[in-house]
């Protein structure tokens, strides 16, 4: 199995802090990852860390995803509707966006969102795939391929006791106690070493606890837990076993082949985000315009792009 037993830079790692988180049929991966798949994988993200500037005035979405892989050499996998996957993008979904120097992953999640797709299944969104291919696509298409991860959180179900009546030390009693030659009372008065304060609660429900944290901020939509059917998340013997595609298991823990400090995690009133950055020593400076779409007559698709 894939034991994974650091938690890494996403929620597994922020939620310590809140005690005191092309196939057609579904698959599922339960072995570990090669180290030619993560190779694989890290060299396709790195390609998308390009900087790319663009100009899309009601450019149709094929456009824009040929657009990124051209630009950057990144592989990806655009999962697109058709008579055998109604579940897809739309390759005429028109989209306008405008960016001076951004990453072309932040590029793509930027298009992705105006793109679109069902919200009440979560919108698009993109993935690794074991191959080192970067699957685009609606939430629910992304679905349909899954892997088990076991996370350790005996560190996180640790409770530490706090011991409010503990015995006083009187040095004057055992100075003089010392200089008589011994004997005489105890130097330690008062306290109660048994008695100690926690949260009452069991393992069990700080392990439920930590289990709703993770279901409510991380694509709540999609776990079985609240009525979805992306994800399953179970404790059993201080793990968590997480049965989830790509896109929820590099919120809970990250890529192993990307470091922390490039990753970026914002939460609004729409849910969660977990943003790969740049290295810092790119010098890549990300601006972004967005312009909504005209409502209006369209203009001819224009796209240009340029990259440093």
Same mark, same amino acid.
């Given at each position: ?120 299944? +979560? &919108?698009? %969104? ?5 191959? $080192?291919?970067? @699957? ?5 298409? *992304?679905? !349909? ?44 008065? +008062? &306290?109660? %070493? ?5 949260? $009452?609660?069991? @393992? ?5 606890? *930590?289990? !709703? ?96």
């Amino acid at each position: 199995m894939n034991l994974r037993l650091g938690m890494g830079a996403a929620v597994i790692a922020g939620v310590s802090t809140l005690f005191p988180l092309t196939a057609i049929a579904q698959s599922s991966n339960i072995g570990p990852q090669s180290a030619q798949s993560l190779g694989a994988q890290r060299r396709a993200l790195g390609m998308l860390m390009k900087p790319m500037s663009v100009d899309y005035q009601q450019t149709p979405l094929e456009a824009v995803m040929k657009n990124i892989a051209d630009a950057t050499g990144a592989p990806l996998l655009v999962r697109w509707q058709d008579d055998r996957n109604p579940i897809g993008l739309d390759k005429e979904t028109l989209i306008t966006f405008t960016a001076q120097d951004l990453s072309a992953l932040s590029l793509l999640e930027a298009v992705l969102t105006q793109a679109g797709g069902d919200a009440a299944t +979560g &919108g698009s %969104t993109w993935q690794m795939t074991e191959s $080192g291919m970067i @699957e685009v696509g609606p939430k629910e298409r *992304l679905n !349909r391929t899954k892997r088990l991860e076991i996370y350790d959180i005996s560190d996180l179900l640790l409770e530490i006791h706090d011991y409010s009546d503990v015995p006083q030390f009187d040095l004057n009693s055992a100075l003089q106690a010392s200089s008589g030659g011994g004997g005489g009372s105890s130097p330690f008065s +008062g &306290g109660n %070493t048994q008695t100690n304060q926690n949260t $009452g609660k069991s @393992e069990q429900d700080r392990a439920d606890e *930590l289990i !709703r944290l993770i279901v409510d901020l991380i694509e709540p939509e999609q776990w079985t837990n609240n009525g979805g059917s992306g994800a399953t998340v179970r404790y059993y013997k201080k793990g968590l076993l997480v049965t989830a595609p790509d896109y929820i298991q590099r919120q809970i823990n990250g890529y192993p082949f990307w470091p922390a400090e490039q990753t970026q995690i914002d939460q609004d009133k729409r849910g969660r985000r977990v943003t790969l950055l740049p290295p810092k020593s790119s010098g890549i400076v990300q601006t972004a315009k967005i312009t909504p779409p005209a409502t209006t007559s369209t203009p001819a698709p224009s796209t240009t792009a340029e990259t440093k």
